[in-house]
């Protein structure tokens, strides 16, 4: 069969291609370290889950509008308030199946053949390719770690074209844990809104924080700037509701309706139960909950670090967000797969090879994992290079 040209173009996610390999070895009996995932290791919390399971005794299991329930948009407009500052209304928020369903609908809606996207290196692997099945070009910017992975706004101005149509923004990012500060994050909207480029804002992780760094919504930083935005978010890493599928969007009303005609054909709405229980848990006075988990975080990470320190073929930095290790492996002379494949071959612990994320020197690691997982994962991956 001849497939479609927008397909053959796109990558399989790295990501769940070394986890289904690691899963696979597990079920053949098999102790394996996996240092690869993309969420947090905790569960639900319990009273998000008992909201649901009323969601299910009530009857809550029909169809809702396609982009959303209007009291969980309520709800995602008051967290808006509370966390970041922003006013929306319920018609500029959409509801979708992830905060990746939301990115995939605003490529799909703001973007045409021709029209260039700028992505900062490094950056998370499906935006490229979402820039693609959209029909415009990815535009990666790159990054030096000496600055802290961090793209300034004068680096961002030579990157714009005249077909740069939007930039993303993710901070925190994934895999690098960089947070952009007000100062920063200001420089770099004046730079948009003079050469009239849409800001993306990929706020998924914007909980977790470390070190006392603060997370800013770049749309908060002035009327021109909001209107300029299209934020994204979801409950997945904050409330560890990554199987649930509940992300958001909020922006200018115009693009939201296109996003929210685009689900009408597409997906239609997210599922009744979940949207039910995010709309508790955004409800919910959940706030030391989730600090606690930052805390967990932020503890497994200096204990990865720690545990790294001193090895001479594998440098990590240092994140102040979210929950990875992006760690240079320049020194083992292998690329980034070989070196993935090989140390879960050879050593049974699963990391992410960084190439897919724009970097063939380096690999990603999770922290969101135990800590006898981590003791135990850095254990073997020192022994192995040694």
Known sequence: MDFSKRIEMIQPSATLGITSSAKAMIKEGKKIVVL?????????????????????????????????????????????????????TPEEIIVSNGAKHCLYNIFQVICNEGDEVII?????????EMVKLAGATPVFLATRRENGFRSTAEEIKSAITSKTKAIIINSPSNPAGVVYN?????????VCLKHNVTIISDEIYEKIVFDAAEHVSIASLS??????????????????????????????????????????????????????????????????????????????????????????????????????????????????????KRLLEEKHVAVIPGGPFGDDKYVRMSFATSIDNIEDGTKRIKEWLN
Request: net charge positive.
């Open 36 to 88: 690869a995932a993309g969420e947090p290791d905790f569960d639900t919390p319990d009273i998000i889950k008992e909201a649901a399971i009323k969601a299910i005794k009530d009857g809550f299991t029909k169809y809702t509008p396609s982009g959303g329930t209007v009291t969980l948009k309520q709800a995602i407009c008051k967290k808006f308030k509370k966390d970041n500052g922003l006013d929306y």
């Open 120 to 128: 900062i290196h490094p950056y998370w692997l499906s935006y490229h």
């Open 182 to 190: 007000k100062k920063e994050l200001m420089a770099i909207a004046d």
């Open 223 to 340: 009327p021109e700037i909001f209107r300029k935005t299209i934020v994204v978010n979801g409950v997945s890493k904050s409330y560890s509701m990554t199987g649930w599928r509940i992300g958001y969007a909020a922006g200018d009303k115009a693009i939201i309706s296109k996003m929210n005609t685009l689900q009408d054909h597409s997906t239609s709405n997210p599922c009744s139960i979940s949207q039910y229980a995010t709309e508790f848990a955004l409800n919910a006075n959940l706030d030391g909950v989730i600090a606690d988990h930052c805390a967990g975080f932020q503890k497994k990470r200096d204990i990865m670090i720690n545990a790294l320190s001193g090895e001479k073929k594998i440098s990590p930095f240092k994140p102040q967000g979210a929950f990875y290790l992006f760690c240079d492996i320049s020194k083992t002379g292998m690329n980034s797969m070989t070196f993935a």
